[in-house]
């Protein structure tokens, strides 16, 4: 007896569905990966705002900006999240300060590893903010400045399962996103790459051509085949259908 395909939910990219054979799969934890300026951010706001013009609820945890910031930077490319907040759908949940917790912190007068600290406050102000509003769809963006103060494999795996499966708990379909340092066919894999459900990979070519490829998406056949994409004034758009030349 074969089990159902999972079932799958809208990214709100144009064109990306067509690669991921629907969608993404529902309530499971999808990485984005890109290098700096590749469009994460953006990437992740379509994807929270598709869900909420479909009456779903929404967090987006901003790991790199504050709130005032990212609600008008996102304002300009027209993903406004401002009506959605005003009725409780959408929230911003600011964890800034997580990632600026030294390497040696303290509870009191208690000597704690600051990262291990950053990791704990992170699982925590995710639970706390989904016990609030149970949201259909989590961005978490970027885990990058928390998990790259695990610098050996061995520290690093616990670090990131301890996040991917905080996230998985939810029920939410989430998305997180990470810097790459190489793009290169020979990069070492990170453990975040393996512990997700699926991986997606930003690039910007030369020329400035922006390519996304699907690495992987369990339970789902993909085209894998690197896309062109363009970031115009409302966000991201996959050309499904075009070659990268």
Not at 126 to 138: G, L, M, T, W, Y
Not at 204 to 232: C, E, F, H, N, W
Request: net charge neutral.
């Amino acid at each position: 007896m074969t089990s159902a395909p999972p079932a799958k939910v809208q990214t709100g990219i144009p064109g990306l569905d067509a690669l991921l054979g629907g969608g993404f799969p529902e309530g499971k934890v999808v990485l984005l990966v890109g290098e700096p300026g590749t469009g994460k951010t953006v990437f992740a706001s379509q994807f929270l705002m598709w869900g909420l013009e479909t009456k779903q609820r929404a967090i987006f945890v901003g790991m790199n900006e504050l709130k005032s910031r990212y609600l008008s930077e996102m304002k300009g490319l027209r993903i406004d999240f401002s009506s959605h907040e005003k009725d409780g759908r959408f929230s911003f949940v600011d964890a800034t300060s997580i990632r600026r917790i030294p390497e040696q912190a303290s509870v009191g007068r208690i000597p704690v590893g600051g990262r291990e600290l950053g990791l704990v406050n992170l699982v925590d102000t995710i639970q706390e903010a989904v016990a609030k509003s149970h949201p259909s769809r989590i961005a978490v963006d970027s885990i990058s400045d928390l998990i790259f103060r695990f610098p050996s494999m061995e520290e690093r795996r616990p670090a990131v399962l301890d996040i991917v499966e905080a996230l998985q708990e939810t029920g939410a379909t989430c998305l997180i996103t990470g810097e790459i340092t190489s793009t290169g066919p020979d990069r070492d894999l990170q453990p975040e790459e393996y512990l997700s459900e699926g991986v997606i990979q930003l690039k910007t070519l030369a020329k400035g051509v922006r390519s996304i490829q699907v690495l992987k998406m369990r339970g789902s056949k993909v085209d894998t085949k690197p896309r062109p994409y363009v970031i115009t004034d409302s966000g991201l758009q996959v050309l499904a259908t075009e070659e990268i030349y």
